[in-house]
């Protein structure tokens, strides 16, 4: 299984980003899908998360600015990210438990894409 993140960049305080990672290979189904970030010297903190059944789940930091969003059929998960702050820069992941088959669900990571929040 693999996850291909994009729509990183760099943009003006009070911008918007949407990012987007898709998951390819041998899939059953996705139960969870979420997006964590990394900020500069801190550690790896989750965002935002989203089920199957569109249940989500958000860091009080973001709520209100970021919105979640899946497209199942796709296996995609995306993040609207907006009134963007300085503080928001950061690399940001995105993680699948997938399920492979009836018994197994394992977790799998895409690449970072840079988010930068600077004037």
């Known amino acids: 299984v693999q996850l291909q993140a994009s729509g990183g960049g760099l943009v003006q305080p009070g911008g918007s980003l949407r990012l987007s990672c898709a998951a390819s290979?041998?899939?059953?189904?996705?139960?969870?899908m979420g997006w964590y970030r990394q900020r500069p010297g801190k550690q790896r903190e989750l965002v935002a998360s989203?089920?199957?059944?569109?249940?989500?789940s958000y860091a009080d930091s973001v709520k209100g600015r970021f919105t979640i969003s899946r497209d199942n059929a796709k296996n995609t998960v995306y993040l609207q990210l907006n009134s963007l702050k300085p503080e928001d820069t950061a690399v940001y992941y995105c993680k699948a438990a997938v399920r492979a088959d009836y018994y197994t669900v394992s977790d799998y990571w895409g690449h970072g894409t840079q988010v930068t929040v600077s004037s």
């Open positions: 290979g041998s899939i059953f189904s996705i139960p969870m």
């Open positions: 989203i089920t199957s059944g569109r249940s989500t």
